[in-house]
Structure formats: C-alpha cells, structure tokens
C-alpha cells in the first residue's frame, strides 16, 4: 500500500506534503489541474503565523523571496481620517514577516519545493470516488485510473469532492454576503503609500484595502455587501463595467480608494465571499479533511491560507506523534477545530457587519479581540516541530 495520498496540490496539500515526507512518510500529490495552477491573478496576504508553519516545514525561505513584507497596518475613515496605525505580527524577523504575494507564484513555489525534495505531484489526476475499509483507502480519478494507501489527505478546497464523499449530505459552502473585488495599477495614483504598508479604509459604501509594492504597483480589494454575482453576471460582466459598478460607492469618500479603482485597466477581478458552516464532518475511518476543504471561511479576516499551512504541520506531527491513525486524526482534529471555527464565525462577523462593525472593522478586529494572527506561546509550541504535540501520547 502506497503511503499517504494527498488529494489537492493547492496551498493546504503542498503543505501538508512537505511535512508528512518531514515526519518520514510516504507521500503522493494528486491535483486535479494539468499545470501548476488555475490562477487568475489574485493576490494574498500570508500572516506570521502561516509564515511560521512554514519555517516548520523548512519551505519559509522560498516564499520569503516572493513578494514583498508588510509591517504595518493604517485604518482610515471615509473622511480618510486616521483611525489606528499598528504594527503586523512579527515585523523585524525576515523569515516570519507578513507577506503580499501573487497565489501563483505561492503555488509554483510550494510545487518546485515538492519536486526538489523528490515528492511525487500527479497534474491532471481529478478525484471522483473514494472508498475506505479499517486498513486503507482506494481513490478514484476522473481519468480512469486509481490508486491506493494508507490515508487520504483532502486538501482538495472549497467545493471538496473528499469532502462530499466523506459525507454525501455534509452542507456545501454558503454565500457569506460580500462580492470581493480586487485589482492592480501601475498608473501614478495619488496614494500615500509606504511600500511595507497596508491601509484599510472603512468606506461608507465598501471595506477596502490597498498596499504599494516597491515597484510602485498598487494592490487592491473592495468588499462589498449585496447580493451574489451570479456566474452569468461574472462571465458577461468586462473589468470597464465592474470599474464603473464601484466608483458610486467609493467616489463619496474622501479617500484614495475611487482614484486606485478608476486607475485600474483589465486587472480587475470580482468573486464572491463564500464560508462553509462550522461543524463539517473532518474524519472517516482512513480520510482527514484540511484547509478549505474542512473550514473554508470568507476571506475578511485575510487568514484561509496561514490556517491551511498550520492545518499541515499539526496533521504531520500528530501523525508523527501518535500510536495509531484514528489518534492522530482525533488529536489533529482536537487542536485544530476551535481555532479554524473561531476564524470563520470571526470572518463571517466582520462580513455581516458590513464596512463598520461597532467598534471595529476589518483585520484590526482581529488584533483587538484574540485574533488568529496573533502568534503567542500556546501557538509557537503547537506548531514547534521539535515538541511533541500535546495529546499526542509523545508528550507525556
Ligand atoms: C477573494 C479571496 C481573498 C483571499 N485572501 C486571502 C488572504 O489575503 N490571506 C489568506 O490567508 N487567505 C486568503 N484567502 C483564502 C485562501 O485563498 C484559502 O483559504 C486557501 O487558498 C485554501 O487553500 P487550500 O489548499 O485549502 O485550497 P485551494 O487553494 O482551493 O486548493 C485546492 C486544490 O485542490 C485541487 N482540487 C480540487 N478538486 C480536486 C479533485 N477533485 N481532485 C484533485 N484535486 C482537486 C484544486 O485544483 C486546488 O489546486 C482568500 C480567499 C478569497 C476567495
């Protein structure tokens, strides 16, 4: 039986791959697309604690040279009155920094790291069915072939077809209520912008975001509250007649944010804020669930892909640590289920209060409350490779 087989070569399986051949197992990546990814351009933000899973996983280094560093946080008004100016997570480490970065290039990075350390990525190998007894699992691809091991890894995101296997009646994800567009322009906009900087704006009609990289490329997002973009409406819908839906929202406030938008060429995307319900089934006798796949929440609280990269080291140490798969599983899923639920109901607050929660909005939320960001001593041990993880059996 072939080892562990991962189903989803995005960020939470191209994690979870690099720490399961650390701990010295048996590994294989099956992605559904034929290349290295299905970007269309989007940016992410990765916070010092997905930057600290990865250093557990030694793949700290390579994403470190992607991108660009993010230190600081402004939040202004729609008067663009400042409101806060915080420091981000650990700003002078240059390994565990926040960072901005292409999807794709995260996603080619986490592959080359794969193939250099000599893991195995099947491209076009879509799974369809799965079947699990007491010792193993068969799954199943689009293409007629299958394969067998030990456990499957479903790292396979959102609309997890590992996830519905599992649970043919498990919910699938929901409309959280915002349509998040986001973009880029080179064109000299007249931003007030460090480049180690990223300024929230608590629009009257949007919660936006922009950062300018030192190429002097202005980065940006709106969420907006309404009614979902249905898939017609993305498909016929051109980034001119996008540009021109947001610019009523934003030109009423006396910030940068309507100048950034009406800068912006063809690069302007739109999709929608979507969350699975906590309470997702995660485990059946040889499956785990990881990453969206399990706890996909609405992007405010800008933290999916740093909880898929802790998602990766607790799943390897606990099946490092334990005496058998089933412990594993229920210690993975004990340590990880408070905290990635916590940030989809967090997540889903900050989106249902639309651009002005009392009392706070956006990532700042985050940092007054105990937010996911926050890397503290109860985190750094979780995730320490060297320390046996609690409940293991290891650590007694
Ligand atoms: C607009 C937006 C902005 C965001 N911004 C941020 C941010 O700033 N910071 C942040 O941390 N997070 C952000 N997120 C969330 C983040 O993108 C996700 O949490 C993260 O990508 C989850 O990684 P994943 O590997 O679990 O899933 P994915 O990245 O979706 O990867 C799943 C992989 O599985 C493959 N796959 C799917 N089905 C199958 C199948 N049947 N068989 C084989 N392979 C399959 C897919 O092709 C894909 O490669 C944002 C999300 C959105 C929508």
Same mark, same amino acid.
């Given at each position: 039986m072939a080892g562990i087989m991962v189903i989803g070569g995005g960020i939470a399986g191209t994690a979870t791959a690099l720490a399961l051949h650390k701990a010295g197992f048996e590994v294989t990546v099956h992605e559904a697309h034929p290349d290295t990814g299905e970007d269309i351009g989007a940016f992410l933000t990765l916070a010092s604690n997905g930057m600290r899973a990865l250093a557990q996983i030694d793949a700290a280094e390579p994403v470190a040279g992607l991108g660009f560093p993010i230190s600081r946080m402004n939040v202004i008004d729609e008067t663009g009155t400042e409101l806060a100016a915080v420091p981000l997570g650990e700003p002078d480490h240059p390994l565990t920094r926040y960072r901005c970065l292409r999807r794709a290039e995260l996603g080619a990075a986490l592959q080359h790291e794969l193939r250099r350390r000599g893991i195995p990525i099947r491209h076009a190998?879509?799974?369809?069915a799965l079947r699990e007894d007491e010792t193993g699992a068969t799954v199943e691809f689009a293409d007629g072939s299958s394969a067998t091991g030990e456990l499957v890894v479903? =790292?396979?995101?959102?609309?997890?077809t590992v996830r519905s296997q599992l649970d043919p009646a498990a919910p699938g994800p929901e409309y959280a209520g915002q349509r998040v567009f986001y973009g880029y322009t080179t064109? =000299?906009?007249p931003v007030d912008g460090e480049p180690d900087r990223i300024t929230m704006v608590r629009g009257s009609g949007a919660a936006f975001g922009y950062l300018v990289s030192p190429a002097a490329e202005t980065y940006w997002f709106a969420r907006v509250p309404g009614p979902a973009a249905t898939a017609e409406e993305i498909a016929g819908t051109t980034p001119e007649q996008w540009r021109e839906h947001l610019l009523p929202l934003l030109r009423p406030d006396r910030t940068p944010a309507a100048d950034i938008v009406a800068a912006t060429d063809e690069r302007l995307m739109v999709t929608n804020a979507l969350h699975l319900a906590p309470g997702t089934r995660w485990q059946g006798r040889r499956t785990v669930l990881i990453g969206d796949a399990a706890h996909a929440a609405s992007p405010?609280?800008?933290q999916g892909a740093s909880m898929a990269l802790e998602d990766a080291v607790v799943l390897a140490k606990a099946l490092r640590d334990a005496d058998t798969t089933a412990s594993a599983l229920d210690c993975y899923e004990l340590h990880r289920r408070p905290r990635v639920e916590q940030n989809i109901t967090v997540s889903a607050q900050l989106t249902a209060s639309r651009?002005?929660?009392?009392?706070s909005s956006g990532p700042q939320a985050q940092d007054s409350a105990r937010p996911a960001s926050r890397v503290d001593d109860e985190l750094i041990r979780l995730l320490d490779w060297d320390t046996p993880l609690p409940g293991s059996g290891r650590d007694a």
């Open positions: 190998a879509r799974l369809t479903g =790292a396979d995101g959102l609309r997890s064109a =000299a906009v405010a609280t800008g651009t002005r929660p009392p009392g």
